[in-house]
């Protein structure tokens, strides 16, 4: 049967936190599904916004940040990323970590997307910015970050997008965004 109708079709009979740090927290809910059944949902709930930065210069390159990714137990490539404490300015947030992880600062910011990065299990939720007129100044990682930098032309981290070398989603929607608006002249 096809439901015609936007509204939550869900019922929390109860919920409970079951693990929380100062980045996220686990709840599991006791719920009545859209067919009217009992059943469960776990959720994890972040703390922070994600954000990501894809710093283009005038000559159309880009900076790609590369680390051993954790969770992932593989080396990554990405734009800067990081977060920005829910209730605050994400811009503010982008700018401290292009900052912090380049040396960057950018005179110009276009917000390129806006993105959940979950909708399944999680509610993290993205902001992603272009970030042009750039001036270099030195990077200041925080300390569990061990970062290599990598100047590549625009096209090249196209082309990496294109072959799952680079698999961030953040990364990868911020690329394909820039690309179209490169193929629509409005960049």
Same mark, same amino acid.
């Given at each position: @049967? ?6 939550? /079709? ?9 693990? #929380?740090?100062?980045?996220?927290? +686990? ?27 894809? /710093?283009?210069?005038?000559? @159309? ?17 990405? @734009? /800067?990323?990081?977060?920005? /404490?829910?209730?605050?300015?994400? +811009? ?11 040396? +960057? ?11 959940? &990065? #979950? ?10 910015? &272009?970030?042009?007129? +750039? ?28 072959? #799952? ?17 490169? @193929?629509?002249?409005?960049?």
């Amino acid at each position: @049967m096809v439901n015609n109708s936007e509204e939550n /079709p869900w019922q929390i009979t109860s919920q409970e936190e079951v693990y #929380s740090n100062p980045w996220i927290s +686990l709840i599991h809910h006791e719920v009545i599904n859209p067919s009217g059944n009992p059943g469960i949902y776990g959720k994890i709930h972040y703390k922070n916004r994600a954000i990501g930065v894809l /710093p283009l210069d005038k000559d @159309m390159n880009t900076y790609l940040v590369g680390q051993y990714r954790f969770v992932l137990n593989q080396y990554s490539w990405e @734009m /800067p990323e990081g977060g920005a /404490p829910l209730g605050t300015d994400p +811009l503010d947030s982008a700018k401290r970590e292009l900052l912090e992880e380049t040396g +960057l600062k950018a005179h110009r910011w276009t917000e390129l997307n806006r993105i959940h &990065l #979950s909708n399944s299990v999680g509610d993290e939720y993205g902001s992603v910015y &272009l970030a042009q007129d +750039l001036e270099q100044f030195e990077a200041e990682p925080e300390e569990t970050e061990q970062l290599i930098i990598k100047k590549l032309p625009f096209s090249e981290v196209y082309r990496m997008v294109c072959n #799952s070398e680079i698999t961030d989603s953040l990364t990868v929607a911020a690329v394909l965004r820039v690309q179209l608006m490169i @193929m629509e002249g409005k960049l």
